[in-house]
């Protein structure tokens, strides 16, 4: 019997498409019901793709279902999978820091990602925003604005990121070192509870996902002042790219995730 579950990363719909693939005249792989579990809470990003997917592999299991585990950054579903069934019928659908970034950032983890994952495929990519929120002034319109508002107001200067250890926590992390600024981390379960705060005032930024803050953007209940993506959306009204990292070369467009399962006779054929 395999040792090591499967898990999928979100990051091409193509790749993992043709990794699962469903055929209308094909039995079914699994012969009881899968579950997809996920770090982050109903209504993120990597939620929303997770019931997407679901829905497209839906020949892959009689039933299955999305199972939400949010908290501790994302790793709940991990340490969930490692004690999990080895049926190729439970599996993770999870941004790739968990199991590329955290090895690097905990020194105690409940799994290990080489050891106990093997990755299935990408599913999609995704682009960060840096976002203010009612907290920050109108007059602040750019990234060297914001930075000015911070050094004059350091007690107010925070951003939010779905998590301690996550790309967006070291973004922000960079980006205030380049600058040479304080601000203070707030760590979240997920995007949808730092829009609430963005917009209660709570806290004066975040680096989110497009999809959990474009309609504040469009209605101007948000501002973002810059994205993580090689060049800016049309549908964003931001002046220019700005990048989050020092090296010009790096792109900062993290996927969310992968999804694992358990390697049994089914991981094969879900690969192939």
Not at 62 to 84: F, H, M, Q, T, W
Not at 183 to 191: A, F, N, Q
């Amino acid at each position: 019997m395999p040792s090591r579950r499967c898990f999928i990363t979100l990051s091409g719909a193509t790749a993992f498409s043709g990794l699962f693939a469903p055929s209308s005249g094909r039995a079914d792989l699994v012969n009881h019901n899968a579950r997809i579990m996920v770090g982050f809470p109903a209504g993120s990003s990597p939620d929303f793709v997770t019931r997407l997917l679901a829905e497209y592999v839906k020949d892959y299991a009689p039933s299955i279902i999305v199972d939400n585990r949010p908290g501790a950054g994302g790793r709940l579903p991990l340490e969930a999978l490692k004690g999990g069934e080895r049926d190729g019928s439970l599996m993770v659908l999870t941004p790739g820091d968990q199991v590329a970034l955290f090895p690097h950032v905990y020194a105690k983890l409940g799994y290990d990602a080489l050891r106990d994952f093997a990755p299935i495929s990408t599913v999609c990519m995704v682009q960060f925003l840096f976002v203010v929120g009612s907290l920050v002034p109108p007059e602040v319109k750019t990234v060297t604005d914001f930075i000015t508002w911070c050094r004059a107001n350091p007690k107010l200067a925070s951003y939010g990121s779905p998590g301690e250890g996550t790309r967006p926590h070291f973004m922000g992390v960079s980006l205030a070192r380049s600058a040479g600024v304080e601000m203070t981390h707030v760590p979240y379960k997920g995007g949808p509870p730092i829009v609430q705060d963005l917009l209660a005032g709570q806290i004066a930024a975040g680096v989110i996902v497009v999809s959990n803050v474009l309609p504040h953007i469009q209605s101007g209940k948000l501002r973002a002042l810059a994205t993580t993506a090689p060049k800016r959306a049309s549908i964003l009204r931001i002046q220019r790219a700005v990048r989050f990292c020092s090296s010009p070369e790096r792109k900062t467009t993290p996927c969310p995730g992968r999804s694992p399962t358990r390697p049994s006779s089914n991981s094969r054929a879900i690969r192939q």
